[in-house]
C-alpha cells in the first residue's frame, strides 16, 4: 500500500517556474515507478514523466523533456516536478501516481494539484 500527498501547485507567469511535492508513504517504495501526469477539462490525462525508484532513472514527455525534471528526496521520501520554462499549455491538474514495477497500470494516485500559466 502506497500513500500520496501531493503539493506545490499555483499560478506562474510564462517563463516561471514551479515545483511539485509528492509526498509517499509505504513499504518497499524502491519496487515502485513513480508518474507524473496532468489533465485539463474535457481531455484524457496526459503522462508527464516517471523516475524508476530502484537505480532512479526517469523518463519524459516529447512535450516536457528539457524543460521538467523529477528529483527524489529520499530522506524526506518525496519526488518532485521540477517544472522551467513553463508555458501556458503546461496549465492542468497534475497527479503523481506509483505503480508497481512488474504491472502496467498506476495504481496509487495522489489528489492532484492545479498549476495554471499565465500568459
Known amino acids: 500500500q502506497v500513500q500520496l500527498v501531493e503539493s506545490g501547485g499555483g499560478l506562474v507567469q510564462a517563463g516561471g517556474s514551479l515545483r511539485l511535492s509528492c509526498a509517499v508513504s509505504?513499504?518497499?517504495?524502491?519496487?515502485?515507478?513513480m508518474g507524473w501526469f496532468r489533465q485539463t477539462p474535457g481531455k484524457e490525462r496526459d503522462y508527464v514523466g516517471r523516475?524508476?525508484?530502484?537505480?532512479?532513472?526517469?523518463y519524459y514527455a516529447d512535450s516536457v523533456k528539457g524543460r521538467f525534471t523529477i528529483p527524489y528526496d529520499n530522506a524526506k521520501k518525496t519526488v518532485y516536478l521540477q517544472m522551467n520554462s513553463l508555458k501556458p499549455e503546461d496549465t492542468a491538474v497534475y497527479y503523481c501516481?506509483?505503480?508497481?514495477?512488474?504491472?502496467?497500470?498506476?495504481?496509487?494516485w495522489g489528489q492532484g494539484t492545479q498549476v495554471t500559466v499565465s500568459s
Open positions: 501516481a506509483a505503480r508497481v514495477l512488474s504491472g502496467n497500470n498506476y495504481t496509487y
Open positions: 509505504g513499504r518497499a517504495i524502491s519496487s515502485y515507478d
Open positions: 523516475i524508476r525508484m530502484s537505480g532512479m532513472s526517469t
